[in-house]
């Protein structure tokens, strides 16, 4: 979920995550703001900041990297008093005002991240305290407070409940809790089983790929950082009435799977222009397959992003490189050895140097260091821009400013 699961970029369009289209051809925009030393990344995180650092210190957790200190001090400074998290405060000495948009993807982003490192409960528990104060009355959460509900971000921050400790079944505002909300965004089976963003504008659903990929996962009561579930023969989609959350994630699984069925990836649709391969997206996909319905079912879209996409990490920076070692552990493959690229060196060079990589017995041996392995990366900007540009030509309103998680699938 969903970048799912790809980040004010998923904001301002889903994925959580970090996700961009196909291999970027022109360079990223020139920073805005000086590029603080604790951040990973080296391009303008007005938009993803936090959602960007979230997701590199969860992947990082994954495979026992121990982040650097300053790494984790930046991300816990840009919380607010109050709990929230905005995509980025670029002087966090200044107390937070009512001129600065929070959000509820990069609280709940922060929140999974600070649970898995640990020792960060007092900032975790303010943290959920805020998402609760700004549950909609259908049991769900739109990207920004008071904000209309949406698959993307309801099941973000029910990821960031579970990693707290909280059942989300027993959040609930008005009677309803986030699988409330989740089940009412799900299609049936007669019209693909996919979730969809939000209804339009007549209340209709339209089924969303990405925002699949992160219902699949918010169905579950799963975070960003999901293992593989227990095997299922196959991905069906099966109309029980009024689906329970699990048949709901069932249903959005066997959508994914058939997505995927034909080239083994999800496709970026842009109006104006050629299809073309979601890399970010397709990650997300394999993440929400394998927690459904364990690593084989999601073994045609891993094989596909193990032979293609590390040009594509490499061009859009920390999110990207995280969303495929979270792939890796969702499935049980090892990063190190990901179609021939090194994801945890990879991403390790994004940002300040690892207190401790986690390095195989194999890497001590040869004496290699992981974060001198792949060289900065400074391009790794270039899709939550790209994104940016689709939601300012779309006009969707704020959106889920972090990877391109709200744009239509087919």
């Known amino acids: 979920m969903n970048v799912r699961r790809s980040a004010a970029v998923l ?60 790494a984790v001090d930046w991300l816990t400074g840009q919380q607010c008093a109050n709990g929230s998290f905005a995509a980025f405060r670029a002087d966090p000495a200044k107390a937070c005002d009512a001129k600065l948009m929070v959000d509820t993807n990069s609280t709940a982003a922060a929140v999974q991240a600070l649970a898995a490192l640990g020792g960060h409960e007092a900032a ?68 693909g089983g996919a979730f969809a963003y939000q209804p339009d504008k007549q209340g209709k ?7 699949t990929a992160a219902g699949v996962l918010g169905a579950l009561g799963a975070g960003l950082a999901a293992g593989a ?37 999800l496709t970026s649709v842009l109006p104006g222009a050629e299809n073309q391969p979601d890399y970010g997206n397709t990650a997300d996909a394999v993440v929400a397959l394998a927690a459904q319905g364990g690593a084989e079912q999601a073994g045609e879209p891993l094989a596909w992003l193990q032979r293609n996409a590390a040009a594509w990490a490499k061009q859009s920076g920390p999110a990207a490189w995280a969303q495929l070692v979270l792939a890796a552990h969702a499935t049980g493959t090892d990063p190190r050895a990901f179609g021939g690229t090194d994801l945890v060196a990879a991403l390790n060079a994004t940002g300040p140097a690892p207190q401790a990589t986690g390095s195989t017995k194999q890497d001590d041996a040869n004496g290699t260091d992981d974060a001198d392995e792949a060289g900065q990366d400074s391009e790794d900007g270039f899709g939550v821009w790209w994104t940016v540009g689709v939601f300012l030509v779309a006009g969707v309103g704020i959106g889920f400013l972090i990877s391109g998680r709200r744009r239509q699938q087919p």
């Open 11 to 70: 904001a301002a369009t889903a994925v959580i995550g970090a996700a961009t289209p196909a291999v970027a051809a022109s360079p990223s925009p020139t920073p805005s703001v000086a590029i603080p030393s604790g951040l990973y990344g080296t391009t303008d995180p007005t938009y993803d900041g936090v959602w960007r650092q979230s997701l590199a210190l969860l992947a990082q957790d994954t495979v026992g990297v121990k982040p650097a200190r300053k």
């Open 124 to 191: 975790a528990e303010k943290a959920v305290g805020w998402l609760k104060s700004v549950q909609n009355a259908d049991g769900g959460w739109g990207y920004a407070p008071g904000g209309a509900s949406d698959t993307n971000s309801t099941s973000v921050v029910v990821g960031a409940l579970t990693a707290a400790g909280e059942k989300p079944a027993e959040v609930v505002k008005g009677g309803k809790s986030p699988y409330d909300a989740l089940v009412t965004l799900a299609l049936p089976c007669d019209a």
């Open 205 to 211: 659903l339209a089924a969303n790929a990405d925002a």
């Open 229 to 265: 579930g227990k095997k299922a023969d196959d991905a069906v989609c099966a109309d029980a009435g009024y689906p329970g959350p699990r048949q709901a994630a069932a249903n959005g699984a066997a959508y994914l799977a058939k997505a995927v069925a034909k080239n083994g990836y």
